[in-house]
T-cell receptor, first 106, second 114 residues
């Protein structure tokens, strides 16, 4: 989806925080989402945020939404090797970004 | 219910052949979606059904592609006269009516056209 963009790769050490960023152009969506895809598996919905919220926290996950800048981020606290996957930002009727590969080094 | 299932998981076919994929959604979900994902890209929406009615089709869905959901349960996606550019992962998802924000995805069918 050209109107949803993400950086392609992020590498962190186990125990550090990871921050995955996403920008979008169409601000009409009611929801914005983060999905996780592990090798050989389908997409798993991690979390979503309503467009009228600025922040949502769910255990180790924190989603920040800056509507003015059309910027969405996903912070994973205490990143574990099991968090290694591709993370997709999506909006609306599921227009996806191209995905960010998160590599967690032990 | 064990979630959305897709069959086959992998398909290798020669250019010009027809292929058909099947998706079984979560049983109480009346919405079913098809997506295509190519390497290094996010999934792209193809089409969706509400019960047996196909309500929306992307411009990506050329006339070689046809999807059906005859009884409002499982769905099939057929590609006729396959081309190498059709090689991709085909993902199916389902949701409750009005809950397109909460789609559950199947594992996908990986198609390789040689």
């Amino acid at each position: 989806g050209e109107d949803v963009e993400q950086s392609l790769f992020l590498s962190v050490r186990e125990g550090d925080s990871s921050v995955i960023n996403c920008t979008y152009t169409d601000s009409s969506s009611t929801y914005l989402y983060w999905y996780k895809q592990e090798p050989g598996a389908g997409l798993q919905l991690l979390t979503y945020i309503f467009s009228n919220m600025d922040m949502k926290q769910d255990q180790r996950l924190t989603v920040l939404l800056n509507k003015k800048d059309k910027h969405l981020s996903l912070r994973i606290a205490d990143t574990q090797t099991g968090d290694s996957a591709i993370y997709f930002c999506a909006r609306g009727k599921l227009i996806f970004g191209q995905g960010t590969t998160l590599q967690v080094k032990p | 219910d064990t979630g959305v299932s897709q069959d086959p998981r992998h398909k290798i076919t020669k250019r010009g052949q027809n292929v058909t994929f099947r998706c079984d959604p979560i049983s109480e979900h009346n919405r079913l979606y098809w997506y295509r994902q190519t390497l290094g890209q996010g999934p792209e929406f193809l089409t969706y059904f509400q019960n047996e009615a196909q309500l929306e089709k992307s411009r990506l869905l050329s006339d070689r592609f046809s999807a059906e959901r005859p009884k409002g349960s499982f769905s099939t996606l057929e590609i006729q006269r396959t081309e190498q550019g059709d090689s991709a992962m085909y993902l199916c998802a389902s949701s409750l009516d009005g809950r397109e924000d909460e789609q559950y995805f199947g594992p996908g069918t990986r198609l390789t056209v040689t």
